[in-house]
């Protein structure tokens, strides 16, 4: 069965620190990678995705993810954090059937808490 | 251009009660999946709608049940509930079985007490 693990469940950062954030999924197959954010008290938005192509994904404000296939990881990482980076970040996958998807698959998520 | 909106934002049932949850797939899209993320944890699949039939199901009890329409909206029905079906529940849609990308709804929280 697929599983996705997230390293770390909570980060505390300083503005302007580096972040980086842990992704490995177990599956042997095809796969789509996604970084979802969930700010407080908004729904679940997506952050970037990796299909195919460049395993270097540039998303939504200044992040980005390495897809490593050898490691079977999807890290994420931003330069500098700021305030307003504070949120949940959910690394999720599903697997690619020929034309079709598998449902998605969510680790459980890293709170992210950014100190001004 | 509308989101995936879903209905109601708030619940509160007892114990063995039923509920009904609604959702509204973002304009054309007809693809239609619902999630439950409890407190703490990463949203987990419940099922998948598809021309008004379940396509695919996680591993949730017969308590969980779906149904689409033609203008293909969605609800969830859950019965008997138990204290543990205390969570967020999310709806999220794409542009046909292929669509990879899945645009989420605000949820709605259901409390059982």
């Known amino acids: 069965a697929q599983s996705v693990s997230q390293h770390n469940h909570h980060v505390i950062l300083s503005e302007a620190a580096s972040l980086e954030l842990g992704c490995n999924y177990s599956?042997?197959?095809?796969?789509?990678l996604f970084w979802y954010v969930q700010y407080p008290g908004q729904h679940l938005q997506l952050l970037l995705k990796?299909?195919?192509?460049?395993?270097l994904v540039k998303g939504i404000k200044g992040f980005e993810a390495e897809f490593i296939k050898s490691k079977f990881s999807f890290n994420l990482r931003k330069p500098s954090v700021q305030w307003s980076d504070t949120a949940e970040y959910f690394c999720?996958?599903?697997?690619?059937?020929?034309?079709?998807?598998?449902?998605?698959?969510f680790g459980k998520g890293t709170k992210l808490s950014v100190k001004p | 251009d509308a989101g995936v909106t879903q209905s109601p934002t708030h619940l509160i049932k007892t114990r063995g009660q039923q509920v009904t949850l609604r959702c509204s797939p973002k304009?054309?899209?007809?693809?239609v999946s619902w999630y439950q993320q409890a407190l703490g944890q990463g949203p987990q699949f419940i099922f998948q709608?598809?021309?008004?039939?379940?396509?695919q199901r996680g591993n949730f009890p017969d308590r969980f049940s779906g149904h689409q329409f033609p203008n293909y909206s969605s609800e969830l029905n859950v019965n008997a509930l138990l204290l543990g079906d205390s969570a967020l529940y999310l709806c999220?849609?794409?542009?046909?079985?292929?669509?990879?990308?899945?645009?989420f709804g605000p949820g709605t929280r259901l409390t059982v007490t």
């Open positions: 709608y598809y021309e008004e039939e379940e396509r």
């Open positions: 990796y299909f195919s192509g460049d395993p």
């Open positions: 999720a996958v599903n697997a690619r059937y020929g034309g079709s998807q598998g449902n998605l698959i």
């Open positions: 999220a849609s794409t542009p046909g079985l292929a669509g990879w990308e899945q645009y």
């Open positions: 599956y042997g197959g095809t796969v789509n």
């Open positions: 304009s054309g899209h007809d693809t």
